[in-house]
C-alpha cells in the first residue's frame, strides 16, 4: 500500500536524453495519473526536473487544508474514488454523497431511505 498523496518515479536514459515517468496514488493508495517530462531537445512538455518539482509540489499541496478537502470533496462527488464517497459521508445526516448505484439493489427509488451496499450507511436521495 502507497502512502496517500505520494508518488513513484523512475528516471530513464535512452541515447543521451533523459525521461522521467511519475505515478501519483490518492488517499487510498489508488493510481491517481501518471505524467512524463523530458529533456529532449524540442519537446514542448516539462523537463524531467519541472516535472519532478510539479510532482513535489501537488504532494505537499494535498496532504493538509483546503485544497486537500477540495479534492476529496471532487473525487466524491464525481465518483472516481468510492471508498471516498462513503468516508466523507460518515458524519452527514441522510443527505450526503451516496447516490442509487451505491444501493444494495441498484435502482433509482427516490422516495424513502437507501442502504449503502459498501459501508451500509442509511442515505436519501
Given amino acids: ?5 505520494s508518488y513513484d518515479h523512475t528516471v530513464k536514459e535512452w541515447a543521451g536524453v533523459r525521461r522521467v515517468e511519475i505515478t501519483m496514488y490518492d488517499a487510498v493508495s489508488t493510481k491517481l495519473f501518471f505524467m512524463t517530462g523530458t529533456d529532449k531537445p ?6 524531467v526536473d519541472e516535472a519532478l518539482a510539479l510532482a513535489d509540489m501537488l504532494v505537499k499541496a494535498s496532504r493538509g487544508g483546503p485544497l486537500r478537502r477540495a479534492w476529496h470533496w471532487f473525487l466524491a462527488f464525481t465518483r472516481i ?4 464517497v462513503c468516508a466523507l459521508s460518515r458524519g452527514k445526516g441522510l443527505v450526503d454523497f451516496h447516490d442509487y448505484p451505491d444501493t444494495e439493489h441498484g435502482q433509482p ?3 424513502g431511505t437507501d442502504k449503502c451496499a ?3 450507511k442509511e442515505f436519501s436521495i
Fill in 1 to 5: 500500500m502507497k502512502r496517500p498523496f
Fill in 42 to 47: 524540442g519537446h514542448t512538455g516539462p523537463s
Fill in 81 to 84: 474514488d468510492l471508498e471516498l
Fill in 109 to 111: 427509488w427516490a422516495m
Fill in 118 to 120: 459498501r459501508c451500509g
